[in-house]
């Protein structure tokens, strides 16, 4: 028995400090399950959708603001866990008897701990305090990530997994056809501009309601597969003709106003385009305006195309259906009662 522990007298400051170094430990000890315990807690469901929430509406840090609670529930107890080891390093030295655990201490209290359990391999020598850490971190990560699929699979449904293989198939399908009609539109069929332009607002997300909107699309091209663009000879002098036209506010999202306009030679259309405009419109004379301002620009590059092409034309006529954006065209005093045509 006396071999194996042995009686050790302290003064009374050294009671005092062995007391003080023993407190602390506790509190370490408390604070490191504490810690390590939200860490296990960490992955799980009941952290993510009650604790956080919780803590987040209750820590509303001026200075971290919405990263209080993280500095509060990961930072906040290694910080405290330094301290303590500081203050217990220094009350160690100060008492210059750091080895005096209690009265009563035996010679395997701690030796066992730092005792080396591996001394070759990769690692070196390992003692148990090492070893125990690393067995720990291990386990951990297993946790962590076995709890993170779970959570993750959890929700995942035989209906669920059929209905996003059906929306990852649609928008495959979706994006084949969107730039199929595209060619179809830009090469020869002017007259699915504006069913086209309408379809490929939705590409990014289309939905059921998209994907009949195409098919009736395809439909029209299917009754319509003997109709083409006419090139006529019996005209004396060819000439570019321009038709412009606009609605006033006809998209429901952000109420723009939808413009388009074809140029015609010899009576077969060469250039056409419809698209929402990039401005909105407060009213029907600005929306025809913008829309005849668009028309212009473009028989003006054509104007320079033909006149390459031998086809001398010294304006390019522009139609349009609404008299006050004439009017506007011509007399472009704007006041507050041009307003609606």
């Not at 003692?127 to 990530?145: H, K």
């Not at 993170?148 to 198939?169: R, S, V």
């Amino acid at each position: 028995m006396a071999d194996q522990e042995e009686t050790l007298k302290r003064s009374p400051s050294q009671e005092k400090y062995g007391r003080v170094q023993y407190a602390i430990k506790i509190l370490f000890l408390i604070v490191f399950v504490g810690w390590i315990f939200i860490w296990i807690m960490l992955p799980t469901n009941t952290n993510r959708e009650k604790w956080l929430p919780k803590l987040g509406t209750k820590i509303n840090s001026t200075y971290y603001g919405t990263e209080g609670a993280s500095f509060l529930i990961y930072t906040s107890p290694v910080l405290l866990m330094s301290v303590l080891g500081c203050v217990y390093l220094h009350i160690a030295k100060k008492s210059n008897d750091s080895n005096l655990e209690s009265y009563n201490v035996t010679k395997l209290d701690v030796a066992i701990l730092k005792r080396p359990i591996l001394v070759k391999g990769p690692l070196g020598i390992v003692s148990g305090t090492q070893l125990a850490f690393l067995l720990m971190f291990i386990a951990l990560i297993i946790w962590s990530f076995a709890t993170y699929l779970h959570n993750g699979f959890a929700t995942i449904t035989p209906q669920l997994a059929a209905k996003d293989g059906e929306k990852i198939g649609l928008l495959d399908v979706c994006y084949g056809l969107y730039y199929c009609l595209l060619y179809a539109m830009v090469c020869t069929r002017p007259d699915l501009a504006q069913a086209v332009s309408q379809v490929c607002k939705y590409m990014s997300k289309p939905g059921k309601q998209h994907w009949e909107a195409v098919k009736w699309i395809f439909r029209y091209l299917k009754g319509t597969t003997g109709l083409g663009i006419m090139f006529g000879s019996q005209h004396s002098k060819p000439s570019v003709i321009g038709y412009v036209d606009s609605d006033y506010a006809g998209d429901l999202d952000d109420r723009r106003s939808t413009m388009g306009f074809v140029f015609t030679l010899v009576g077969g259309s060469i250039i056409w385009r419809s698209s929402v405009q990039s401005v909105i419109a407060m009213s029907t004379i600005e929306a025809g305006y913008m829309a005849a301002g668009e028309a212009s620009k473009e028989a003006m590059w054509l104007m320079g195309l033909v006149n390459e092409l031998g086809i001398e034309q010294g304006g390019v006529p522009l139609h349009c259906d609404s008299q006050s954006a004439i009017f506007l065209a011509k007399n472009q005093v704007y006041h507050a009662r041009t307003k609606h045509n």
